[in-house]
């Protein structure tokens, strides 16, 4: 258990739709980070906040957008959705923003219908 | 830009064999490097890093790996895999900018196979 909380485990909705996905850090850890993992693309960053801030924004698209609360949660939106954004999105955390390992948590699996 | 490139997508071995899971890495910065494992249905979890130090990095479950800055690779080694292994292994990397953020940068993964 890597301390990195995610909900829901699985979600399933049509296209067009909107959904949250929810992510809860380690205890501590300032610095929130999410990923898309799917066949054709892999592994791919999304975003990075730390203590609130949004800091690096990579392979997201135009219809997702990220959040970071005081409480450290994070959320991450995903609106309009295609059958193409089926994937495995992975939350991640980490201590500061610098050196150091990201801690994932187990992810939530999106099927879009 | 920064790139990994992980050159077996599958490697099958007998269970108490050696294996080598090889990754090469592209950057025109210092950079710092991970291994993570997959098991099925679950998050990835850090297996070693380097960030500096000794090119000779040893992690969990009996896997080790070296750096080798020449080669820009970072391979994956076990003297002895057991079936409990079995599962898709990714390398990474991330650069040693000034901005503080560090990015990682996956592999598409090597899924390896222990068979009795």
């Known amino acids: 258990d890597s301390g990195v909380t995610q909900t829901p485990k699985h979600l399933i909705t049509a296209t067009g739709q909107r959904v949250t996905l929810r992510c809860s850090p380690r205890s501590g850890d300032l610095s929130v980070y999410w990923y898309q993992q799917s066949l054709d693309q892999g592994l791919q960053f999304l975003i990075q906040y730390y203590n609130g801030e949004e800091r690096a924004k990579g392979n997201i698209l135009e219809r997702f957008s990220a959040q970071q609360f005081p409480d450290l949660h994070s959320e991450l939106n995903l609106s309009s959705l295609e059958l193409g954004d089926s994937a495995l999105y992975f939350c991640?955390?980490?201590?500061?923003?610098?050196?150091?390992?990201?801690?994932f948590g187990p992810g939530t699996r999106l099927t879009v219908l | 830009a920064q790139s990994v490139t992980q050159l077996d997508s599958q490697v099958p071995v007998f269970e108490e064999a050696p294996v080598e899971l090889r990754c090469n890495y592209s950057s025109s910065v210092s950079v710092y490097l991970f291994w993570y494992v997959q098991y099925p249905n679950q998050g990835l979890q850090l297996l070693l890093k380097y960030l500096s130090g000794s090119t000779l990095v040893k992690g969990i479950n009996g896997f080790e790996a070296e750096f080798n800055k020449s080669q820009t690779s970072f391979h994956l080694r076990k003297p002895s895999v057991h079936i409990s292994d079995t599962a898709e292994y990714f390398c990474?990397?991330?650069?040693?900018?000034?901005?503080?953020?560090?990015?990682?940068?996956f592999g598409t993964g090597t899924r390896l196979l222990v068979s009795p």
């Open positions: 990474a990397v991330s650069d040693r900018g000034n901005t503080g953020f560090q990015k990682l940068v």
């Open positions: 991640a955390s980490s201590r500061d923003r610098t050196v150091g390992e990201q801690f």
